[in-house]
C-alpha cells in the first residue's frame, strides 16, 4: 500500500519537478514497518516508477537512485527505534532529517549523473544544485517537518481509536 502511495504521488505530481512526496511516503513506511520494511519500501517504489517512468530508463541512474531511497526508508525505522516519536514536538527532527537525507541523496544521484553524462562530477554536482536540488531539499524539508509528524501522530490515534473499540 505505501508502495502504491509512493508511486501514484510521484505520477501525479510529475509536472512539478523534484518536488515529491514520495520520499516521505518511504520514510513514513520505516516509521511505521521498521527500517528493513522502509528500505524495501523505497526500493519497491523505484523499482517501479524507475522502470515505467515518463522521462525513460537509465540503467546507472536507477542503480544509483534505488539505494538513496531505500535511505529514506531506514531513517524512518531508525528515528522509532530512538523513540523520537510519536509528537508534532519532533517536527524539527523529521525536516532536518528530510533536509539532510535529501541533501546525501542529491549529491550522490547528481554526482553520478555529471561522472556518466557531463564533463566531470563536479559539473553534474553543480548542474543540478539549482533549481532542482534547491527545489527537493526544501520541499523534502518542508514535508517531513509538516506533514510526517501529523501523519504519525494521527496514524498513531487511529490505531488507538481501533484498539479501544476492539477492547
Known sequence: MMVALSVSTDYALIGIPNVKVMDMVVFLSGIWMGPAWGAAAGALTWMVYGTVNPYGFNL??????????MLYGVLGGLLRRRALLPGIENAWAFGMVGLGATLAYDLVTNAVTGYFFSPNVLAGIIGGIFPFSVLHILSNFLLFMVVAPIAVVEADRSFFRRLHNLV
Not at 60 to 68: A, R
Open 60 to 69: 546507472l541512474i536507477f542503480l544509483t537512485v534505488v539505494p538513496m531511497e
